[in-house]
């Protein structure tokens, strides 16, 4: 729990969407708020391009969180930003994508309000929206789908909530789109066709989307994880299953 801090002085802090990594998708108002900023707390999936934009004399501190190696843990984050906004009137919290979509932009800014922080927050373009878009796969369509669902393939640990209801999903949307879930892809998978996805459903995985090393593999549920063996595909990606992936072939040439 953060205590309340008693100050007449405090700065701010902005939780910033940095976009998925393409720089010219980042908004003016977030790149302005790098430009300006006294102190950037940042992520590891923020792209060095964006990270140029930080200007010169800011205080740059790393707070990224790969899987396996957390470079700091999440309550240290918090506990830097409040100390930061004692001191420092403009303080960035520069989160990949959007902060509020899978990025627990929430969680810290309960922790700042709770605290007795100044927060506010500068959206960024999701992932699951310009990923796709980058590599050819329209998430809506009318002649495909009409319906997308968002969900994160790495839960919490020790999550008071239950599980992810795959099969649920399965039977309620047309197009999937899954965040961080590589490593559970096979689980994924199987529970999908539980719930009546066939073998032959079409899925994409999408490593790097909207930067120049962007790589991706086109397959069905079936061959999928023997193509991630083959290719040695590593996170992090977003995977996008459903009909719409057919439309790559005609709308990328």
Not at 173 to 185: A, D, E, F
Not at 233 to 239: D, E, K
């Amino acid at each position: 729990m953060t205590q309340n801090i008693n100050s007449t002085c405090l700065g701010k802090v902005y939780l910033v969407g940095a976009g998925p990594g393409d720089p010219g998708l980042m908004t003016l108002k977030g790149k302005t708020l790098l430009e300006h900023a006294d102190v950037v707390v940042y992520d590891a999936l923020v792209s060095s391009p964006i990270l140029d934009m930080i200007g010169n004399n800011a205080i740059k501190i790393d707070a990224g969180k790969r899987r396996g190696r957390h470079s700091k843990m999440q309550a240290e984050t918090t506990q830097i930003l409040i100390e930061k906004a004692q001191h420092y009137p403009v303080v960035v919290r520069l989160k990949g994508g959007d902060p509020f979509v899978f990025g627990r932009g929430g969680e810290e800014m309960e922790d700042l309000i709770q605290a007795g922080i100044p927060v506010e927050v500068v959206p960024g373009i999701t992932a699951g929206v310009a990923v796709p878009a980058y590599a050819g796969i329209p998430i809506t369509h009318r002649g495909y789908s009409s319906s997308v669902t968002f969900v994160t393939g790495h839960e919490a640990v020790g999550k008071y909530r239950p599980q992810i209801n795959w099969q649920a999903i399965a039977q309620g949307s047309q197009t999937i789109v899954i965040y961080m879930g590589v490593h559970n892809l096979s689980n994924i998978i199987t529970q999908l066709q539980l719930g009546g996805l066939t073998p032959e459903t079409p899925i994409a995985l999408v490593r790097w989307g909207t930067c120049p090393d962007q790589e991706q593999l086109i397959g069905t549920l079936e061959t999928i994880m023997q193509q991630v063996e083959q290719e040695q595909f590593q996170a992090p990606a977003i995977a996008i299953i459903g009909n719409v992936v057919n439309l790559r072939e005609y709308l990328t040439g």
